[in-house]
Nanobody, 132 residues
Framework: QLQLVQSGGGLVQSGGSLTLACAASDLTFDHHAIGWFRQAPGKGREGVSCISKNGDSSYFGDSVKGRFTISRDNAKRTVYLRMNNLKPEDTAVYYC?????????????????????????WGQGTQVTVSS
């Protein structure tokens, strides 16, 4: 399993932007799809965005579509989640997770929609707070 280390997050005003990063040191990083999930107080963990191992496929949850972008740099073994036009309802602890998708069987969409999400590799979580 991958060791994932998150950075970024913090406090921002409504309409502001933040970038989260999820990094790994393992050489098999580029074998894994990476997903971002979030958990607000009293709620379950939901998929925000997921990206395939080579970055050619991505998925966004309806609540973030058009505002968030996801990208990856496999040379740096890092995935980025750029969050624009943040809203108070985006406030949550954000986690990244890694999964070995089975070609032709599992997809980044399925990864993001897994409920509850069960993966072997998770980042430590980072708080994002959006003030109104």
């Amino acid at each position: 399993q991958l060791q994932l280390v998150q950075s970024g997050g913090g406090l921002v005003q409504s309409g502001g932007s933040l970038t989260l990063a999820c990094a790994a040191s393992d050489l098999t990083f580029d074998h894994h799809a990476i997903g971002w999930f979030r958990q607000a107080p009293g709620k379950g963990r939901e998929g925000v965005s997921c990206i395939s191992k080579n970055g050619d496929s991505s998925y966004f949850g309806d609540s973030v579509k058009g505002r968030f972008t996801i990208s990856r740099d496999n040379a740096k073994r890092t995935v980025y989640l750029r969050m624009n036009n943040l809203k108070p309802e985006d406030t949550a602890v954000y986690y990244c997770a890694a999964d070995l998708l089975i070609p032709g069987i599992t997809t980044v969409r399925a990864m993001c929609l897994m409920n509850p999400p069960v993966f072997n590799s998770w980042g430590q979580g980072t708080q994002v707070t959006v003030s109104s």
